[in-house]
């Protein structure tokens, strides 16, 4: 008896998914496997071994760009093989360069993510007819044989900002070993900052409805999961797309009010976003990391205008003060873009003296990147690639002595902290950990990942803390002596 081919293909079927880029990337990349896993395919930890290979790209630096490419050709190298699929925001962005690159059977943009498992089901093995038009409008979808074979590719993208789809799935892997997934809630951006060509890519800003939310912490609570993070492109501005309008400080009332999740963490927020209200609900509720991540970009007045940022220096520094005041522990951790067309020595040593008088704990630093389209890809004065990469130097070197005095801060505290899955050729002697405050520490002796410990902090090597684990009940004894309560004023 003649199997059946369709049921044959689906059994065999093997895929991988290779991911760049930010939390919202792999966010659309775990979507992108609970859709394919569902239809019956098979993951695999390698490229090398699968039939087909999805590429999810970023596009937020060139130097994001070079990374892709070099992977794509990469992969292609070690499995000819296997039919590679671009996507992401590169892929929206740019196709026709991804399609140019050997190997690639589709690119798929931002704007038609959703179908690309359609895609892979529907494959005939029949090589593409010459001349045919390589874009693909999505009306075609089902009105024509699809061919995936090496070339030429195609292309399948179109409008982001026709887009009202969210793809919803937690990021099980990446930072903490499948032990803090992450759940983007938001995708998509309505500002338009003169550097960020994200909008562009990810379309206009919309919300994941609050009971599907819920529904996937639930889910993950049930799971064992007891910390989860919170993403989005612009998570202030969650909710303000649906109807009726949700506010994004209700929506994480209702998760601590009606989920049972132990610690909720909050990816990062913009400044004006972070309202005493939110702070105050920080203070408040001890299952939400103490952690903020703020955005600063620059500290000069006249730098921020010209990224078309909505606050000054003034405006984030109240913030810093707000959440000082009230939780006196916490991180603040801040993105910084060196060497903007235009900017002086006198707005660099600004974003510095800035950054050397508030408490931040950690800095994310980025040399400016020209990206097509936006604003500031059309200015004229861009500074010399030495003068950037100097500047770069500077920040990250003052946000190391920060990160570095902060950890010093932390010696003789009890942290409750969460273990974490250990990496393969880490010491035995150990077990890594996460703070609320977003502190790695290392923990004496072998514990179980997803582990709460209350951890002394004995030291301090390299980049980690060091600390050893009270027993339960001396830990409830002496956490209330070792952690800085909150400000009244806080609290009324």
């Known amino acids: 008896m003649r199997p059946n081919t369709a049921f044959v293909f689906l059994l065999m079927t093997t895929f991988h998914i290779q991911q760049f880029g930010c939390r ?18 098979t993951a695999t930890a390698e490229a090398n ?35 590679l699929i671009v996507t992401g925001c590169y892929a ?3 196709p026709e360069d991804l399609a140019a690159l050997p190997g690639v059977s589709w690119v798929v943009g931002n704007s038609h993510k959703p179908q690309i498992p ?10 593409a007819s010459p001349g045919v038009q390589n874009f693909f409008p999505a009306a075609r979808l089902h009105a024509e044989s699809l061919s995936l074979s090496p070339a030429p590719a195609k292309i399948l993208t179109g409008d982001i900002f026709e887009q009202t789809t969210l793809l919803v799935a937690p990021v099980l892997g990446g930072e903490g070993n499948h032990t803090r997934p ?39 609570t049930a799971a064992g999961f007891r910390e989860i993070v919170l993403s989005g492109i612009n998570l202030g501005t969650y909710g303000r797309d649906l109807s009726p309008r949700v506010e994004f400080l209700d929506l994480v009332r209702r998760i601590l009010d009606e989920t049972s999740v132990e610690r909720l963490r909050i990816s990062s927020i ?24 703020m955005p600063l970009q620059s500290a000069s007045d006249r730098i921020l205008a010209a990224m078309h940022r909505w606050y000054r220096a003034e405006h984030y520094a109240r913030r810093v003060e707000l959440i000082r005041e009230c939780l006196p522990q916490a991180a603040v951790g801040a993105d910084v873009i060196a060497g903007f067309p235009g900017e002086t020595e006198a707005d660099h040593a600004a974003t510095l ?30 500074l010399p690639v030495a003068v950037i990469k100097r500047r770069a130097r500077e920040l990250r070197a003052l946000g190391d002595s920060k990160a570095a005095a902060f950890r010093q801060s932390q010696i003789g505290r009890t942290l409750r902290v969460l273990t974490l899955r250990p990496d393969e050729d880490a010491a035995a002697d150990f077990t890594p950990a996460l703070s609320s405050n977003f502190l790695r520490v290392r923990v004496s002796g072998n514990w179980p990942a997803n582990t709460w410990l209350d951890a002394a902090i004995t030291g301090e090597e390299g980049n980690y803390l060091l600390g050893k684990s009270y027993d339960s009940f001396y830990a409830k004894s002496v956490r209330g002596l070792c952690e800085t309560s909150a400000h009244s004023a806080c609290l009324e």
């Open 24 to 41: 919202a990337t792999h966010a659309d990349g775990a979507a992108l496997e609970r859709q394919l896993l569902s239809r019956g395919y």
């Open 182 to 220: 992450t759940l983007k809630i938001q995708d998509g951006c309505n500002s338009r900052c003169s550097y960020c060509v994200i909008p562009f890519v990810r379309g206009k800003s919309r919300s994941l409805p609050a009971e599907v939310v819920l529904q996937e912490i639930q889910r993950l």
């Open 49 to 83: 071994a699968a039939d087909f290979v999805v590429v999810n790209t970023c596009t937020v630096t060139s130097a994001a760009d070079a990374q892709a490419r070099d992977a794509i050709r990469k992969i292609h190298a070690q499995n000819p093989g296997a039919r």
């Open 270 to 293: 913009e400044p004006l976003d972070v309202t005493r209200d939110l702070v105050e609900l920080f203070t408040s509720a001890d299952r939400i990391a103490q952690h903020f991540h």
């Open 353 to 382: 003296a800035f950054i050397e008088r508030f408490p931040f704990t950690y800095l994310h630093v980025f040399s400016f990147s020209k990206r097509h389209g936006t604003h500031a890809a059309k200015l004229s004065n861009e």
């Open 92 to 94: 929206q962005r740019a």
């Open 118 to 127: 359609g895609l892979i089901g529907a494959f005939p093995q029949s090589p």
